[in-house]
């Protein structure tokens, strides 16, 4: 197995911090406000961006945004691929998808996989008015014909090279990490 070793420093706390709020604005502006939009974070990474997009918002605008929850393990094409046994989490969307601005949030856009996954699930839930895509990260890649509608940043890479966003939710810290398999 390859060793991960850590390449650069591609957006500290504040670097990622500013991304989100340049997000939200745009999630704003491309829906001409806030009116039927809902966030949906893709576990594991894209549920505390959806609710810090969400937060964001509200400071901005004063409106509450609904924040749903999607787990997209049976959904993905490469399932037998990831484990033998894979954990299957909880989608949490307690609100009515349909007619709605879907925005999916995530950490990593990478072959376009786990974006084809999240909209099948969503699609299985009902019709929205649109599907629209916020990364983080955006590496290049891409395997299927997806491309995100909002970016923090474009970061061209390696095959060789791995991308990780770290949050404070779920690593302890904020910050996005270049790494080479070594």
Known sequence: MATMQKKAVLMDSLALNRALVRLSHEIIEKNKGTDNIALVGIRTRGVPLAQRLAQFIKASEGVEIKVGILDITLYRDDLSIIADHPIINSTDIDFNIVSKHIILVDDVLYTGRTA????????EMGRPASIQLAVV?????????????????????SRNEVIKVDLEETDGKDEVILYEKV
Do not use: C, Q, S
């Open 116 to 123: 084809r996954a999240a909209i099948e699930a969503i699609m």
């Open 137 to 157: 990260v955006d590496r290049g890649h891409r395997e299927l014909p997806i491309r995100a509608d909002y970016v923090g940043k474009n970061v061209p890479t």
